[in-house]
């Protein structure tokens, strides 16, 4: 069996599909995208098409070696995102091949479902209090929030009793047991990320997400001296080499890698058994699309470690295009008493509508980050 052709395709609402094509007649399909850069995604994608053409597609740890050793400059959100999509498209050929869920190639399932859990609020968290009720009544066992706006280095205390008050609605409508992921997303700096957390902890989040930036990560031993809530961070990481110092130093809890941008299936199945060797838990990042989620579900599902999953059903950034939007099997991806089953379908367990991708690729996307300033003037984190 040999690689005979590699396409990719920019759907909305923010996403880039790629589909691998073999002289057998076996398609496989992955998700290579950083949201907001898809366009350089693709042309990266397009420089390994030129050594993948013809090459065996099943010589998957041989190729993902190739595309990250074969460049003297490698590593990065942008090189790592086209691998992980190639690379996702290689396992679901090899499922298919064998005609068993890419899971069973990792050495077997040791979970039969994982807990997801519903984003709330917006960039802007607003109204959370209900949002996350409806979520607990829609059979969500934990939601994800955005925890502040613009956030300065030094901010009003009113910032901080603000969301407070939001988590506070939260717990008082959904009670004690219902999970509650605050993400800071990068946006608070250390002196306030220290008062945050520390006044936090009556609530008993789940966990708290990127409470610094990665840049910072040197940081996190202060904030984590200053609370008890469990950390999180990780999307902002993309091969082993970015986990090593994370995991060595022993502040964070929970790593959130991104199958989509962490080198795929293959990359983030070891980085998951690093953390597990240093007792930290796994969360896959992923607020994309349907073949990330499915990538995902595979690793949960071999990674002894691994707690609950990010998905993308109605998040504020799905315009024009859901979850479900590019799936015909779409009853795979159900949701049920807060968990999703792992799928058992070849490959990556989900069926996907080309016809659908391919009407979605005439519309494309030009989706951008928002792009924030502070009262002064100056750029404010995202």
Excluded at 74 to 100: E, F, H, P, T
Excluded at 247 to 262: C, E, F, K, W
Aim: glycine share 8%.
């Amino acid at each position: 069996m040999k690689i005979t052709n590699i396409e990719t395709f920019i759907v909305p609402p923010r996403w880039c599909f790629c589909k691998i094509t073999t002289d057998s007649g076996i398609v496989g399909w992955g998700e290579p995208v950083v949201e907001g850069r898809a366009e350089a995604v693709v042309a990266v994608v397009e420089t390994h098409k030129e050594y993948l053409i013809g090459k065996d597609p099943m010589l998957i740890e041989d190729h993902w070696n190739v595309m990250h050793r074969s460049g003297f400059y490698r590593g990065g959100a942008i090189a790592m995102s086209a691998i992980a999509g190639i690379d996702q498209a290689l396992w679901d050929i090899k499922g298919k091949y064998y005609n068993v869920p890419v899971h069973e190639l990792m050495g077997g399932r040791v979970r039969d479902k994982i807990k997801v859990y519903q984003w709330i609020g917006g960039d802007r968290p607003n109204d959370v209090g209900a949002q996350a009720l409806a979520a607990q009544r829609d059979g969500f066992k934990a939601i994800k929030m955005n925890a502040t706006d613009e956030c300065q280095y030094i901010d009003t205390f009113g910032k901080v009793e603000r969301v407070l008050e939001r988590v506070a609605a939260i717990r008082e409508a959904c009670g004690s047991d219902f999970g509650i992921g605050i993400d800071f997303h990068g946006r608070v700096h250390k002196p306030m990320a220290k008062q945050l957390v520390k006044r936090l902890e009556e609530y008993n989040p789940m966990f708290i997400e990127e409470p610094v930036l990665i840049d910072h990560k040197e940081s996190f031993k202060d904030v984590a001296r200053n609370t008890c809530i469990p950390i999180a961070t990780g999307e902002r990481l993309y091969s082993r080499w970015d986990f090593k110092d994370i995991l060595h130093d022993g502040y964070v809890d929970i790593i959130q890698p991104d199958l989509s941008h962490a080198g795929g299936i293959t990359e983030c199945k070891k980085i998951a058994s690093m953390a597990e060797a240093y007792d930290v838990a796994l969360a896959p990042h992923c607020p994309l699309g349907p073949i990330a989620l499915a990538s995902c579900l595979q690793v949960d599902a071999t990674s002894y470690n691994a707690v609950i999953q990010e998905q993308s059903q109605r998040i504020h950034y799905n315009q024009g295009a859901d979850l479900l939007t590019y799936v015909k099997n779409k009853t795979v991806l159900d949701y049920e008493d807060g968990f999703v089953q792992i799928p058992t379908g070849p490959g990556l367990g989900i069926e996907i509508d080309e016809e659908a991708i391919r009407q979605g690729a005439k519309e494309g996307h030009k989706w951008r980050n928002p792009f924030w300033r502070h009262e002064d003037g100056s750029v404010a984190e995202w």
